[in-house]
């Protein structure tokens, strides 16, 4: 006999030895807590899809609005919350759709495709956020060099820059900015990956050759 | 109403409870994850029963919910110390029967299968539950052609495990 054919007959023997559990654990077990991925993304997702706007409110306080007025800037400003506001809700939008078409009654693969296509908009969204993190500073830090007003000091001569401290200047900035927002996308990727490195292999593997 | 739908869906699961407890053995090694995925898929089935509508028979619905569970919703908790209570030895009872020779091929059958991945183990599964290749490309959402394709693979997979280890006991 076939070892595959005496392995299907052994399976169909061994009814009797499985675990009975009663009506009532079972019922116990309905109420329990779900440890599934999906929950864990669906709240890592929300904290990271929050977090651009905390950022937001946290740098945002009185004396910043205050500098930015002084400077002629609250319009330009104010044009850039209302469009990143837009964009944020726009993911969290975007997500929600998402995630509501998680579903475990779906086949293997298109639970796994929607899983994935969820965690895909918060990646995006993370992206976005530390693209448009780098080019807001970069475009701040321009403005700031190109039009600070001698007058705020005494001693303009102090705040001359060389072509040198120029150099030094511009190093250190996207020095600094490089490590930063590389340290965030890592600390992502340490996540995602976590999260869903077995979902993905096992995707891939169901999807191979496929046509 | 409410309370009519848990009792109808727990003595559901109450008789069919074998299906989840199979499942439960491919993809675990001791009693307490056994126990821990077990109750994911019933809490899974639970949340999925509301769109049950009793299209199909409940076990048939099952089988979809209960993978899906196993295969991608499950985080495997890390324990500690790793037990394997039910390996070779206690994962199946064994048939009078059989005789030795038979025993030993067996057992080396179920340590083969648990070496699978988790795909893998799920279309043995299914073949196993005499599912047909319609049913198995519809639970697990690739076409037939590919669902017969993996299956050979995976008995070629199957048995060269077995040789090959069984070559080196002898």
């Given at each position: ?18 675990p009975k559990l009663t009506f009532d654990q079972i019922y116990k077990m ?182 | ?9 727990v003595s559901?699961l109450e008789r069919?409870q ?24 019933t ?128």
């Open positions: 006999m076939d070892e595959l054919d005496l392995l299907k007959k052994d399976w169909n023997k061994q009814q009797g030895n499985y309905i109420w329990k807590r779900s440890h599934s991925i999906v929950k864990w993304i669906f709240y890592i997702s929300l904290i990271e899809l929050l977090a651009g706007t905390i950022i937001n409110i946290i740098f945002s306080g009185d004396e910043y609005w205050q500098d930015i007025e002084k400077n002629g800037l609250s319009e330009i400003i104010t044009g850039l919350y209302v469009v990143s506001y837009a964009i944020t809700f726009y993911f969290i939008y975007r997500f929600y759709r998402n995630y509501k078409r998680i579903s475990t009654t779906d086949d293997a693969s298109t639970l796994m495709k929607n899983i994935l296509k969820t965690r895909r908009t918060v990646k995006y969204y993370i992206a976005y956020v530390l693209i448009s993190t780098g080019v807001v500073v970069v475009g701040g830090l321009t403005y700031m060099i190109l039009n600070h007003s001698p007058t705020d000091v005494d001693d303009v001569s102090k705040y001359t820059f060389e072509t040198l401290d120029w150099l030094k200047f511009i190093g250190v900035t996207a020095f600094v900015l490089t490590v930063l927002l590389g340290l965030i996308w890592l600390f992502y990727r340490l996540l995602y990956g976590i999260l869903l490195r077995r979902l993905k292999k096992n995707y891939i593997e169901l999807k191979k050759l496929e046509v | 109403m409410e309370k009519e739908l848990e009792h109808q869906f559901n069919d074998n299906i989840v407890h199979k499942i439960c053995r491919i993809y675990t090694n001791d009693q307490a994850s056994h126990n821990d995925l077990f109750q994911e898929i809490i899974q089935l639970w949340k999925a029963y509301p769109k049950f509508r009793g299209e199909a028979k409940f076990s048939t619905w099952m089988y979809r919910v209960a993978l899906n569970t196993a295969i991608t919703l499950y985080r495997k908790k890390k324990r500690g110390i790793q037990t394997q209570d039910y390996d070779s030895v206690h994962f199946r009872i064994k048939v009078d029967e059989y005789d030795d020779e038979t025993e030993q091929q067996l057992s080396l059958m179920y340590n083969a299968v648990k070496e699978l991945n988790d795909i893998d183990k799920a279309l043995v599964f299914l073949y196993l539950e005499d599912k047909n290749y319609k049913e198995i490309s519809e639970t697990m959402g690739i076409s037939e052609v590919n669902a017969r394709v993996k299956m050979n693979r995976v008995k070629t997979k199957l048995k060269k495990n077995i040789k090959s280890v069984s070559v080196w006991m002898n």
